[in-house]
């Protein structure tokens, strides 16, 4: 069974500094690109940042880039996000995601296959 289950979301001062967590159980971890999305109340899901399966390519939201920083820890299973200078319209449940590949190169921002259950982050002006 394939689990992906996010942690370190909570109220922060804008401004303030934030690092999540997902830790993936249930599959090979290097044979996924992993992604990070998220969704406000009366919002679509929204990209966040994405990056492969080796660490060696990422990709980032225009809203959050020079902003928020994705690496993994292969060896840990894990994913994080570090998110720095957080504006309140950064405030939303945050997803980990997962998507198989098979293939070598860069990373995009659909077709994920798994999904975590979100990490409430809120934002206070």
């Known amino acids: 069974q394939v689990q992906l289950v996010e942690s370190g979301g909570g109220l922060v001062q804008a401004g303030g500094s934030l690092r999540l967590s997902c830790v993936a159980s249930?599959?090979?971890?290097?044979?996924?690109?992993m992604g990070w999305f998220r969704q406000a109340p009366g919002k679509e899901r929204g990209f966040v940042a994405a990056?492969?399966?080796?660490?060696?390519?990422?990709d980032y939201a225009d809203s959050v880039k020079g902003r928020f920083t994705i690496s993994r820890d292969n060896a840990k299973n894990t994913v994080y996000l570090q998110m720095n200078s957080l504006k309140p319209e950064d405030t939303a449940v945050y997803y980990c995601?997962?998507?198989?590949?098979?293939?070598?190169?860069?990373?995009?921002?659909?077709?994920?296959?798994?999904w975590g259950q979100g990490t409430q982050v809120t934002v206070s002006s």
């Open positions: 995601a997962a998507k198989q590949r098979y293939g070598s190169g860069g990373v995009y921002r659909g077709g994920y296959d798994y």
């Open positions: 249930g599959l090979t971890f290097i044979n996924y690109d």
């Open positions: 990056i492969n399966r080796s660490g060696s390519s990422t």
